[in-house]
């Protein structure tokens, strides 16, 4: 059975630190792609960062010079850090997993494997 897990969220003051964790297991195929996503109330998904499975790093505008996607060497475990936090931060965020190839980039496609989502609070 394919499970992602996410944990870390949580709620932090403005200008606060958190970090996401993303565990993968049960997934046959190799991952191509790991992300970090997010929906605020009443606002579309948005793609936050990726990462490939040859470490290339993409990231949303929104938190670029803020955010850090990282992943473990077995690449089934993946991380953002998230610094310097906005009360604009505040929403749920998914970590998903993409197998097919050729969807690892800013377009920020995944279809394949999602998690529950780990809400994330930043007030002011």
């Known amino acids: 059975q394919v499970k992602l897990m996410e944990s870390g969220g949580g709620s932090v003051p403005a200008g606060g630190s958190l970090r996401l964790s993303c565990e993968a297991s049960?997934?046959?195929?190799?991952?191509?792609?790991m992300g970090w996503f997010r929906q605020a109330p009443d606002k579309k998904r948005e793609g936050v960062a990726i990462?490939?499975?040859?470490?290339?790093?993409i990231y949303a505008d929104s938190v670029k010079g803020r955010f850090t996607i990282s992943r473990d060497n077995v690449k089934t475990t993946w991380f953002l850090h998230m610094a310097d936090l906005k009360p604009e931060d505040t929403a749920m965020y998914y970590c998903?997993?993409?197998?097919?190839?050729?969807?690892?980039?800013?377009?920020?496609?995944?279809?394949?494997?999602w998690g529950q989502g780990t809400q994330v609070t930043v007030s002011s």
């Open positions: 990462i490939s499975d040859s470490g290339r790093t």
């Open positions: 049960g997934i046959r195929y190799s991952i191509r792609c």
């Open positions: 998903a997993a993409e197998t097919r190839v050729g969807y690892c980039d800013s377009r920020f496609v995944f279809d394949d494997y």
